[in-house]
């Protein structure tokens, strides 16, 4: 008996363990990468975080500024909650949503101390890691390299020495006490030199001080235990008397934060800083408004996120349609029309815009030109969403009584072919009879505007002189035709 309770027992346990299994779901930020660097001859793995990990929207056709993380064994995962948190979470974007390459560390001395005359862990940056980013993610032309101590170090090496590495650069208490000061007197004495135009550079500053010692009396200190705060302290002191060369320049001391627990805010204040340009001011009056000036503020504000980060930036095509169906619902004509018409100029491929251009359409009766927006968003990509949105929109089309069609009756003759098409009238409907085919239906969209029922891509417009019919022009998909009336 006892035994058996036992059995029992595991078994429920069993069980229970095997269930919590099937349930579990992993939760992905990122993949590792291997691949061999031909500059530093051994492999090198990096940490990738892309957007698409924690949104829940696929964006295929997105590209993406891409953050270059040194240390990234380390500091990878505050990153990316803190980019996300920023770019996705709560509808946030206060920054732009990035691809983050956390670079482990192999020989991290080598690697993050600067050289005199080359380093190789830059040349293999610019050259391989580079490259291999951009053709195995969908970057966009934006690069921001963030480091922390001797990471801090190289970051402002790369920007003394090669600026146009990156657009941004964040130096998280970086240790510019290396080597005697050498590399920060030689960041001194060339960096004027440099052409540093739209660069950006933070400087976050731990409170490594002694007792006693502040930051106005640390300059007066001369021991080894101020070396490291005062070393960053001079090159603060060098850029706020430097003229403005282009560079944009900030540093935050942070009084309560050591060496290893500055990074996360420097992160944070940093990226604020470096895509200060990124949060629109739209307000909660501007969504709830009834006229288009939301339009002229998107605009205005795109303008602003394109040229901070060099590239043409656009609304998020999501975003735009849920306020544009949202003025629809409201009536708000003037302002939907805008924004669809918004979204079709910055997506002129994509399916979604021109049906939601055809909602509209719809809505507001213009059944001809909103059969045409949907025709044009199913030659783009098949639905059958928008399909049955235009079969229902087709089918229901004009109410015309006879009395209106049977000025469209008569033969017609195909001004190119001449072959004599018969329009007449049967049970109330507009039929048309073509030699060798078989008999159609020609339903009303509005005046003087058919469409071939059951088929899709048809416009038949009939043209008038004086009021009287003359002819029509058929735009389908195999071409556009054009028939004279017969007498």
């Known amino acids: 008996m006892k035994n058996t309770i036992i059995l029992s027992i595991l078994l429920l346990i069993f069980i229970f363990n095997t269930e919590a299994q099937k349930s579990a779901e992993v939760i992905s930020i990122g993949e590792k990468v291997t691949f061999f660097s031909k500059t530093l001859n051994e492999e090198r793995r990096i940490w990738i975080y892309v957007p698409d990990q924690t949104s829940f929207q696929k964006k295929i056709e997105k590209r993406y500024p891409v953050l270059y993380l040194l240390d990234g064994e380390s500091q990878f995962y505050s990153t990316v909650g803190l980019v996300q948190q920023l770019s996705q979470a709560n509808l946030n974007s206060i920054l732009p949503e990035m691809i983050i390459v ?3 560390n192999t020989n991290r001395y080598r690697d993050l101390t600067p050289k005199v005359n080359s380093t190789p862990f830059i040349t293999f940056l610019e050259k391989e890691l580079f490259q291999y980013v951009d053709e195995k993610y969908r970057t966009a032309p934006y690069k921001l390299l963030v480091g922390h101590s001797l990471g801090g170090l190289l970051t ?3 920007l003394t020495n090669k600026p146009e590495m990156f657009n941004a650069y964040i130096a998280i208490d970086p240790s510019m006490w290396y080597a005697d000061e050498q590399f920060l007197n030689q960041t001194i004495s060339q960096l004027p030199k440099q052409k540093l135009t739209d660069r950006k550079l933070f400087v976050g500053i731990a409170n490594s001080l002694p007792p006693n010692v502040t930051l106005k009396n ?4 001369k021991s080894s235990e101020t070396r490291h705060i005062r070393s960053i302290l001079k090159l603060g002191d060098f850029f706020s008397k430097q003229p403005n060369k282009g560079i944009q320049y900030k540093q935050n001391f942070y009084e309560n934060e050591n060496h290893n627990s500055a990074p996360l805010l420097t992160q944070y204040d940093g990226l604020r800083f470096v895509f200060d340009f990124y949060q629109s001011d739209l307000s909660e ?3 709830q ?4 000036l939301i339009v002229t503020k998107l605009r205005n504000h795109y303008q602003k996120v394109s040229k901070g980060l060099g590239y043409s930036v656009a609304p998020e095509e999501e ?3 849920y306020i544009a169906y949202d003025a629809l619902g409201k009536k708000h004509f003037s302002k939907a029309k805008s924004l ?4 079709l100029e910055n997506f002129p491929q994509s399916n979604k815009t021109h049906a939601a251009y055809a909602d509209y359409l719809a809505a507001t009766g213009d059944i001809a030109n909103a059969t045409e927006f949907y025709e044009k968003s199913l030659q783009i990509k098949d639905d059958k969403a928008v399909q049955q949105r235009l079969l229902t929109l087709t089918s229901k089309g004009m109410t015309l009584t006879e009395s209106d069609l049977i000025q469209y009756v008569g033969q017609y003759v195909l001004d190119d072919y001449k072959i004599t098409i018969v329009l007449e009238l049967k049970d109330g409907k507009l039929i048309s009879k073509v030699p060798g ?14 469409t071939v029922k059951d088929k899709q891509g048809y416009n038949i417009t009939f043209h008038k002189t004086n009021d009287t019919i003359t002819g029509f022009t058929s735009v389908q998909p195999n071409g556009i035709f054009k028939a004279t009336k017969k007498s």
């Not at 408004?289 to 288009?292: G, I, L, R, V, W």
């Not at 669809?340 to 979204?343: A, G, M, S």
């Not at 085919?437 to 058919?450: G, I, N, R």
């Open 102 to 104: 956390g670079i482990e």
């Open 437 to 450: 085919q078989a008999d159609s239906e020609f339903v009303p969209v509005s005046k003087d505007v058919f």
């Open 156 to 158: 402002i090496d790369i």
């Open 289 to 292: 408004d009834s006229t288009s």
């Open 319 to 321: 975003f735009i349609n």
């Open 218 to 221: 640390v300059s007066k200190d």
């Open 340 to 343: 669809f018409i918004l979204n």
């Open 285 to 287: 009056k501007d969504f």
